[in-house]
């Protein structure tokens, strides 16, 4: 950005704080707070001191996405919940596996706002790792709907998913349900680990409504700059 360009901050990019400490996410948000409101922490960072930064950064008045990908029987999975709802956190994820679960979840967040996210199928995986679990003659995005699908019946407010499977859970799921968006790239990043990725504007046009980014901007030389064009892709693409 040069300094005849005013900075552009969307609601719609979360970043992805994948550190080992809080002092360097610390740092990565005070490099890209002018272009981004919403922070993701992760399992890494959540073992790391990491309840306390939710604490931090929702008292900063950021948003704070929670991302513990939770699984287990109902009662703990309910208990967890309710501990995370009073953080104060926006939002959560857990995996999408049976009804039950879901449910205790959302038993566990009671009245709070704290939104729960499904995760359908991570991003990094592919068809021939469905078969190694042995969820075998389903493509990712197939279980993706199915599991998109199961979501918004168990009454959870939205899901994980690939941009690249947008559009389709949108016309399974209808307008009022949230598509939520990691494995971004843009234009000429390295794709890293991921496998099923989209680029910010495409993600957009696709029907996501939040993008989640971690690397391309919490690795890049300039994380400000690298945040500002993902912002202004964002914002572009936003008719
Ligand atoms: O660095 P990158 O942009 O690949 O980070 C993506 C983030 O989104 C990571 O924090 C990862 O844990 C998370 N995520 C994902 N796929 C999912 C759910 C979450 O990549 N299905």
Redesign the pocket.
């Known amino acids: 950005m040069t300094h005849n360009e005013t900075a552009i901050k969307t609601d719609r990019l979360i970043i992805?704080l994948?550190f080992p400490t809080i002092d360097e996410a610390r740092s990565c948000v005070q490099k890209t707070s002018q272009h981004c409101c919403f922070y993701?922490i992760?399992l890494e960072l959540l073992f790391s001191g990491g309840q306390d930064f939710v604490k931090e950064l929702l008292a900063d008045g950021h948003r704070v996405f929670v991302?513990a990908k939770l699984l287990d029987i109902g009662a703990t999975v309910e208990k967890a919940t309710a501990n995370i709802a009073r953080l104060g956190a926006d939002f959560l994820t857990l995996h999408v596996s049976d009804t039950k679960t879901m449910q205790a979840a959302i038993k566990g967040r009671g009245s709070s706002s704290l939104k729960l996210l499904g995760?359908t199928?991570?991003?990094?995986l592919e068809t021939e790792d469905l078969n190694e679990q042995g969820i075998s003659g389903k493509t990712p995005k197939e279980l993706v709907l199915h599991r998109a699908k199961l979501a918004k019946e168990a009454g959870l407010d939205g899901v994980?998913?690939s941009a690249q499977e947008a559009a389709d859970i949108r016309e399974v799921v209808g307008p009022d349900f949230l598509i939520v968006t990691?494995?971004?790239r843009p234009v000429g990043s390295d794709i890293?680990d991921?496998a099923r990725v989209m680029t910010p504007k495409l993600a957009i046009e696709a029907g996501a409504d939040f993008l989640?980014?971690?690397?391309?901007i919490s690795r890049a030389d300039n994380p400000a700059e690298a945040a500002d064009q993902i912002a202004r892709e964002i914002a572009a693409a936003i008719v």
């Open positions: 992805a994948d993701k992760g991302d995760v199928v991570l991003t990094n994980i998913a990691p494995g971004i890293g991921q989640v980014v971690g690397r391309p």
